[in-house]
């Protein structure tokens, strides 16, 4: 079993040394190098000094530490340490060479050393030394041996060896007997290298003489001192048994898989005696077992059948050599043997360690190592080999390194707000049957960088906020947003200067800068500023800020705080007020006046109504709703008072409506009758129609001019005596005092003609008094005496 298990060493060591080889042939671009042999003996204390590694790999100080040096162990087990600052490589624990290797010599713990940026790995061996710190060990207190008496001088009676976990000069070299003269011992190399005591007999017996021997059996080994070993030979001669069983098919030889169950018969052995009766009679024992076999088989006495007592490892032993003793009821034994070859099964999924590992990635960033990682499978052949990958729906990739060493990558540049972790699962595959596979999920976070300026939810805004508004009124409120994360996403709002440089900004508006929140800084006036543009910022607060902005746009919405504004007729600022005239023989609709106004509001709250609201005669006179003209109600008559005061209401359609008042004096004159009215339908026709009407009336009205002539003087030498009894607070007209004007009136409202009066102006009068003395037409009646207009104005027009 030792000369298998060193066998299988041996091959271990060759093909790791030719994985080696192929790696550093085909590793373009991976440095791989030997960093040296080293060698130490086992039991050294923790901390003893083997090595420079810096010095050896001819790195400079502080250069393991710079780029993170790190030794593994091909066992995955920290035997090693190394110190990065001084380079030394150092013992870990003690090591002990019968634990790490048994009895495969030399025993060589191979190892790597590996540094980041760039990746780089060194092939180490370290040769532990044995020293002599094991005694040969027999398995037993005593040996019991029967020697029939009738034995030859010569024979060879085999002996239990003994077991030292030693190895070369420092194992089991010989053995010796203590002296008698029947017995002497004899060392005999075995092919797998152990050393068996063979008991040889010098002379013959005689059971009368000595029935029974006891001597000391001694192994020594080559250490300096040597170390030894006793055990007890009770020896016991036999009446003469002259065949020894003999086993029928030696060696045997079988196959067992490792996954075999408990209690599985691995093999049956058979062996035959040519005596008879007793001495025929055989039992079968297992010869000279290890520990390990003991645990592992069992044999029954009587039929000779093997079977498993306990699981089979093929990675831990994967060949058995079971000696077999046979005896028959004299005494007599014959040896056999049982090769066992253990069948490897996929039973063992791949292994994946961890060698680095960043966690961390800073998005933007060029290909950056995530992890280094190491597989195995701890099967052979196809069990053995494996497959590693990743998602292909991932921005990484695999690179083989280092024998079974992998490296994983970033692709590409990383995004955080396309996606801000990764969960990447490396599954490692073995190509047995059925297939195994180990997973192992990273978690890699992407690190923000300020790369994202902030976006407004809208390009531009608009709010509305009605006039005389209060102080510090909410607005309205703009947001931004930043796909970054962190303090590169913290948005802080602010007002940038207005494109108008006359806008006075800061009195007009604040904002909030944490929340966008607009406020008005005073009570706006719609009717001084309708509206007007805010250029908002948003930047964040990376450390190198991004800014983006938007445009508000602030609509004011007009309130009903102006009332309506009379223009005419004007209000009359301490004098006479300037009244409208109506010639009695109006009819109805005639259009008296127009009341003019205006409202400082926009939209509904300047729409104007007009309502009549008091009259000296009511149903006179009616104001139009929607445009403020005065018209008849009905024809006058020679009953209707002639002066008429009428109060008419102006209205916004505001809420609450506001209002004006005006009052609008009316004078009924009868010289303005026929002449301001209109033909009667049908007169122009019968005019034409009836010739002989027409050639009368004009030969009687030259008859009657001389007449008409004195009458008109007549009237105006009575009216200049009689104009301030008939009209009391009139304008007197000093005579000699008024330059003679014409001034045309063009025919308005329901008069059809136009008229020219002689209009005489007080050179010193600031309100711009006239009076109007007669009609310049040689068809106007004269007027009645007593019944001239004398009006006050303020302005040079009358008529609208």
């Known amino acids: 079993m030792e000369e298998s298990a060193m066998k299988a060493g041996g091959e271990r060591f060759l093909r790791q040394r030719q994985v080696l080889l192929l790696f550093v042939l085909l590793g373009g671009a991976l440095t791989v190098c030997e960093c040296g042999r080293y060698s130490v003996a086992e039991e050294k204390e923790r901390g003893f000094f083997i090595a420079n590694l810096a010095k050896d790999l001819g ?232 520990d390990e076999i003991k645990q592992t088989f069992s044999i029954n006495n009587v039929t000779g059948e093997i079977q498993l007592i306990k699981k089979l490892d093929f990675e831990k032993i994967n060949s058995y050599h079971v000696d077999i003793e046979a005896t028959d009821g004299g005494g007599l034994s014959g040896k056999g043997t049982v090769i066992i070859e253990v069948m490897d099964v996929n039973d063992n ?232 005239l109506v010639p009695r023989a109006a009819e109805a609709g005639y259009l008296v006046s127009k009341v003019v106004a205006v409202d400082g509001d926009a939209g509904q709250n300047a729409w104007l109504s007009y309502q009549l609201l008091k009259a000296t005669e009511p149903g006179l006179f009616r104001v139009w709703t929607h445009n403020g003209e005065v018209r008849t109600a009905r024809p006058l008559s020679e009953r209707d008072a002639a002066q008429h005061r009428l109060l008419v209401l102006v209205q916004d359609n505001g809420e609450p409506a506001l209002s004006a008042s005006v009052t609008l004096h009316v004078l009924l004159v009868d010289g303005f009758s026929q002449p301001y009215l209109a033909r009667p339908e049908g007169a122009h026709d019968q005019a034409q129609a009836d010739g002989l009407t027409v050639y009368l009336v004009i030969a009687l009205a030259s008859v009657s001019s001389l007449f008409l002539c004195s009458v008109l003087l007549f009237v105006a030498v009575r009216l200049c005596r009689r104009r301030r009894a008939a009209w009391e607070g009139g304008c007197s007209v000093p005579e000699g005092r008024f330059p003679s004007h014409l001034v045309d009136v063009s025919s308005t409202g329901t008069l059809s003609q136009s008229y020219q009066y002689e209009v005489y102006m007080t050179g010193d009068s600031r309100t711009g008094e006239f009076k109007f003395l007669k009609p310049i037409t040689s068809n106007l009646l004269v007027p009645e005496p007593g019944r001239e207009v004398t009006e006050n104005c303020r302005n040079s027009s009358v008529f609208s």
């Open 59 to 290: 790195l400079g100080t502080g250069e393991l530490a710079a780029r993170s040096a790190r030794v593994v162990c091909d066992d995955d087990k920290q035997h090693l340490q190394l110190d990065r600052q001084t380079g030394d490589l150092l013992l870990r624990e003690k090591l002990d060479r019968e634990e790490l290797c048994g009895l495969i010599e030399p025993c060589v713990l191979y190892f790597q050393v590996f540094l980041e940026t760039p990746v780089q790995f060194f092939q180490g061996e370290l040769l532990i030394q044995d020293i002599n710190d094991n005694s040969p060990v027999f398995p037993d207190r005593e040996m019991f041996l029967n020697i029939p008496e009738n034995s030859r001088p010569g024979t060879l009676f085999p002996l239990k060896l003994a077991q030292d976990l030693d190895v070369g000069s420092n194992g089991l070299q010989k053995y010796t007997i203590s002296p008698n003269s029947h017995f002497h011992v004899l060392t005999r190399n075995h092919t797998e290298g152990k050393k068996y005591p063979d008991l040889v007999q010098e002379k013959a017996l005689d059971r009368e003489q000595q029935q029974e021997f006891s001597l000391t059996l001694t192994a020594l080994d080559g250490g300096s001192p040597p170390r030894s070993g006793t055990v007890m030979v009770q020896i016991t001669i036999l009446d003469v048994n002259d065949n020894a069983p003999e086993f029928v098919h030696p060696p045997y030889e079988t196959q067992v898989l490792e996954n075999s169950p408990v209690g599985f018969p691995v093999v049956r052995v058979s062996a035959r005696d040519a005596d008879s009766g007793n001495f025929a009679t055989v039992s079968y024992n297992l010869f000279q077992a290890s």
């Open 349 to 580: 999924a791949p292994e994946l360690t961890l060698s680095s590992l960043t966690s961390s990635i800073l998005e933007n960033a060029p290909e950056t190592v995530v992890s280094i990682f190491r597989i195995r499978d701890r099967d052979s052949g196809d069990n053995g080999k494996m497959i590693c990958s990743i998602p292909d729906n991932l921005p990484f990739i695999l690179k083989p390194t280092f024998k079974n060493f992998y490296t994983l990558l970033t692709e590409r540049p990383l995004d955080r707000e396309e996606r801000a972790e990764y969960n990447i699962t490396i599954t490692v595959t073995d190509l047995g049957t059925p297939r195994l596979k180990t997973e192992h999920t990273i978690r890699v976070l992407v690190s923000d960088v300020n790369d994202n300026a902030p976006t407004f939810t809208q390009t531009s805004y608009t709010l509305f906020v009605r006039e005389n508004n209060s102080p510090g009124l909410h607005l309205g409120t703009v947001s931004a947003t930043d796909r970054d994360a962190g303090t590169n996403a913290q948005v802080t709002y602010s007002l940038l200067p207005p494109r108008d440089p006359h806008l006075p900004l800061a009195s007009l508006v604040a904002i909030h800068a944490d929340r966008g929140h607009l406020f008005a800084q005073r009570a706006l006036d719609f009717e001084a500023l309708r509206a007007f543009e805010v250029r908002v910022g948003a930047a964040d607060a990376g450390s190198q800020a991004l800014s983006s902005e938007a445009l508000v746009r602030v609509e004011v919405l007009d309130d009903n705080d102006h009332a309506p504004l009379v223009l005419y007729p004007p209000p009359p600022n301490g004098s006479a007020p300037c009244p409208e």
